[in-house]
């Protein structure tokens, strides 16, 4: 896998995935695009969000929607890695088994999600979920 980064502007950044696909980044507070943490934060919520659609896929679950809200906590000094990450999944559908939510979610989080698994290296991870019957 490669990526290219390129400086932009100020403090604005365009990454570019050897696939041709382009993120705006800014490390601005107060800028115009997601910052390099923010970003690495989506990917883990998109890692395991894929894992967790695509396990109860797997098992037949009427699976509509699936969405994770992430928190976290930063250290206060710098380098300012992620200390503490949530990963607070809402799985909506009809007739959702409720055991194969948790262990789609558990799967994600312990085994599947590349993302969550190398942060975990520097950040305490939890995950929850909820289930929303449509």
């Not at 037949?60 to 809200?69: A, F, H, K, P, T």
């Not at 990963?87 to 312990?110: Q, W, Y």
């Amino acid at each position: 896998m490669k990526a290219n980064v390129k400086w932009i502007d100020k403090m604005q950044l365009m990454g570019t995935s050897e696939t041709g696909h382009g993120i705006l980044m800014d490390g601005d507070r107060n800028g115009i695009a997601a910052s390099p943490m923010e970003v690495v934060l989506m990917g883990m919520g998109a890692c395991s969000t894929i894992d967790v659609v695509d396990i109860l896929k797997t098992g037949r679950q009427n699976i509509l929607g699936c969405e994770v809200d992430l928190t976290s906590e930063r250290a206060p000094e710098p380098p300012r890695v992620f200390t503490k990450i949530n990963a607070h999944f809402i799985v909506s559908g009809t007739d959702l088994n409720e055991k194969k939510v948790k262990r789609a979610v558990e799967l994600s989080m312990e085994k599947y999600c590349s993302v969550a698994k190398m942060l975990e290296k520097a950040a305490e991870i939890t995950s929850s979920y909820e289930i929303v019957v449509k």
